[in-house]
């Protein structure tokens, strides 16, 4: 794999047209319970941080797929991760609980880990780490409680 991943684009953009599809048309329900700037600051790090380097491959960060048929397994694994968020998406979107709220967050961070660590990419991993922490603890805090 070259310094551009086209796999990491298609799975990021995957990822991210539900979020776009539901600001879209919930605007109301991006309301924060929970306020931690330093908590916010650290998931936006970990976030973009996550989406770039799941894109583009800085020479001697990562060693690449490092056992064969990895690319198999990345993309399969990624592929049921990826299906099983779309899934949460589409029966949980007018939920607004903890359920959603963690399989909305443990899902896509799981992606990030996975792609690092069969990258062999370290600031992929580091960032995915930062973001996961981070992410599921604000998704956490602000979802509203079910009835």
Known sequence: MSWFNYYGLAIVAIILIPNFVYAIKH?????????????????????????????????????????????????????????????SWIVLWNSNGKVKALLLSVLPSAIFIFSGVILASIPLIVFSVIFTVNHIVLSCKNAVIDK
């Open 27 to 87: 605007k109301e329900s991006f309301k924060n319970y929970y306020s931690n700037k330093f908590i916010e600051v650290l998931e936006q790090v970990g976030r973009y941080g996550c989406i770039a380097l799941m894109i583009f491959n800085i020479p001697y960060t990562y060693f690449n797929f490092w056992f064969g048929s990895s690319l198999i397994i990345y993309l399969t694994v990624n592929g049921v991760l990826l299906i099983a968020y779309l899934v």
